[in-house]
């Protein structure tokens, strides 16, 4: 059974730090492109950030300079750092596991909320 479990949201400040944690079972791990995304009430899912088997990266433009991901291969787990947080970051972030068409799999998501 494959599961995508996140944790680390929460309520901060803005200009606050949260770091989100996504740990994932029965895929193998190393095999998948790992990605953060997130929802907004009212809005459509949208993608944060992801990061390849090889480490490469990308971001939205919204978050580059602020957020950075990270996988740990050992413990078959992908974090978001989220530093500078604004009310605008408040969503529903959500892990993701993607091998191109064959296989994608989204976990339950964790709230992050940003308000003074």
């Known amino acids: 059974q494959v599961q995508l479990v996140e944790s680390g949201g929460g309520l901060v400040q803005p200009g606050g730090s949260l770091r989100l944690s996504c740990s994932v079972s029965?895929?193998?791990?190393?095999?998948?492109?790992m990605g953060w995304y997130r929802q907004a009430p009212g809005k459509q899912r949208e993608m944060v950030a992801r990061?390849?088997?090889?480490?490469?990266?990308n971001y939205a433009n919204s978050v580059l300079g602020r957020f950075t991901i990270s996988r740990d291969n050992d413990k078959n787990t992908v974090y978001l750092q989220m530093n500078s947080l604004k009310p605008e970051d408040t969503a529903v972030y959500y892990c993701n596991a993607n091998w191109g068409t064959i296989s994608n799999f989204w976990g339950q998501g964790t709230q992050v909320t940003v308000s003074s």
């Open positions: 029965g895929i193998s791990f190393k095999s998948y492109t």
């Open positions: 990061i390849s088997l090889g480490g490469t990266t």
